[in-house]
């Protein structure tokens, strides 16, 4: 099992910055692909970036390339999303999640951080 808790969300303006970390316990946190998804109201959950075991292969959505950026820090069983130029339509609930070497599924998931950008 992997238990991941997600934190730094918050309100912030157009324009603004954020951090989310997300922190793992359990099963071993430098043998899987971590990533970060989120969903908005109304809408289907979409990821907007992954990061390999080791951080060396990296995915940006479209929507989010330029301006997001995820880090993992193995030592720390810590993934980061760094959030900069925010936009309105980046509000919604960002989610943690991990998915093991072996697995080709998205098996571990955190409850979600709320992000709103708004002035």
């Known amino acids: 099992q992997v238990q991941l808790v997600e934190s730094g969300g918050g309100l912030v303006q157009p324009g603004g910055s954020l951090r989310l970390s997300c922190a793992a316990s359990g099963r071993t946190f430098s043998s899987a692909r971590m990533g970060w998804a989120r969903q908005a109201p109304g809408k289907e959950r979409e990821f907007v970036a992954t990061?390999?075991?080791?951080?060396?292969?990296?995915y940006l959505a479209n929507s989010v390339k330029g301006r997001f950026t995820i880090s993992r820090d193995n030592a720390k069983n810590t993934v980061y999303l760094q959030m900069n130029s925010l936009k309105p339509e980046d509000t919604a609930v960002y989610f943690c999640?991990?998915?093991?070497?072996?697995?080709?599924?998205?098996?571990?998931w955190g409850q979600g951080t709320q992000v709103t950008v708004s002035s």
């Open positions: 999640t991990a998915r093991a070497v072996s697995s080709s599924t998205w098996d571990y």
């Open positions: 990061i390999s075991e080791s951080g060396g292969s990296r």
